[in-house]
């Protein structure tokens, strides 16, 4: 389960993923389709001015957990658990002052 402190920030990023295949046809027709039938949710979670302690959990998180899959609930969502894996290759914090860090992480349903 995906930890719930540190609590992502307001400004963070929730939607939906469909992707579509686009081709043209010589004589200049466009035509589209789903790539998938059903889409997906992903989640850019930001974290501001949150501890050094509180990013040591994010980033043993991620350590421990990249490369598989685990549950996480929106704060906004509190009723809906998605099963969701990290879109991203690394974690990094950006330093404010000597206390406090900022950094995000992105999530993508399986």
Do not use: W
């Not at 998180?61 to 598989?68: D, V």
């Amino acid at each position: 389960m995906y930890p719930s402190t540190p609590s992502p920030r307001f400004q963070s990023v929730r939607g939906k993923s469909l992707p579509a295949l686009r081709t043209e046809s010589e004589a200049n027709y466009g035509n589209t389709r789903k790539r998938s039938t059903r889409s997906r949710a992903y989640f850019q979670l930001k974290y501001d001015a949150i501890t050094h302690e509180e990013f040591s959990t994010l980033e043993a998180f991620f350590l421990a957990n990249q490369g598989s899959t685990f549950s996480f609930v929106y704060p906004l969502e509190p009723l809906t658990t998605y099963t969701v894996m990290f879109n991203m290759d690394k974690i990094e914090a950006t330093d404010i002052n000597p206390n406090r860090c900022t950094t995000s992480v992105e999530l993508i349903q399986v």
